[in-house]
């Protein structure tokens, strides 16, 4: 086998790794951006003096 057989064998490999990982890191910061507005949002109900769930009644 010649360097040039293998170049389709590496690159491909390659470009499937890195896109794994891109999708991988994509998904978390998105999870994460989730989460943080959540966080927000139940912050600012609890400084409003809102229950944090609609279904909680304050005491």
Known sequence: MEM??????VFGTF???VLGVC???AIK???DQAKL???AAE???AAAGAPAHP???PL
Request: proline share 4%.
């Open 29 to 31: 910061w998105h999870h």
């Open 4 to 9: 040039i057989d293998l170049f389709p064998i």
């Open 15 to 17: 470009k499937v790794v």
């Open 55 to 57: 279904t909680e009644t």
């Open 23 to 25: 999708m991988y890191f």
């Open 37 to 39: 507005k959540k966080k």
């Open 43 to 45: 912050e600012q109900q």
